[in-house]
């Protein structure tokens, strides 16, 4: 499964910028819909667009590898 980590980019970048940086601020900034955002958050196993993925990378200066993990689920 696939897990995005927006929560620990906001949280470097939070400690880096020494501001708060909301899910709602960060919707405006690159013009994704702020529930998509939250889903990407919340939801295991959301997917999105890749057009948001490119958003949000050039958003944090990161890599695609920076933005989100592959996360072995266990096969009970």
């Not at 696939?2 to 501001?19: M, T, V």
């Not at 990378?57 to 266990?74: A, N, R, S």
């Amino acid at each position: 499964m696939i897990r995005f980590r927006l929560q620990e980019l906001l949280a470097e970048k939070q400690f880096k910028e020494g501001q708060r940086v909301t899910l709602t601020e960060l919707a405006e900034a690159i013009g994704v819909n702020r529930t998509t955002l939250s889903k990407m958050v919340n939801v295991r196993g959301y997917s999105t667009v890749t057009d948001n993925i490119d958003k949000l990378c050039d958003y944090f200066g990161c890599e695609v590898k920076d933005l989100m993990e592959f996360v072995k689920e266990d096969k009970q």
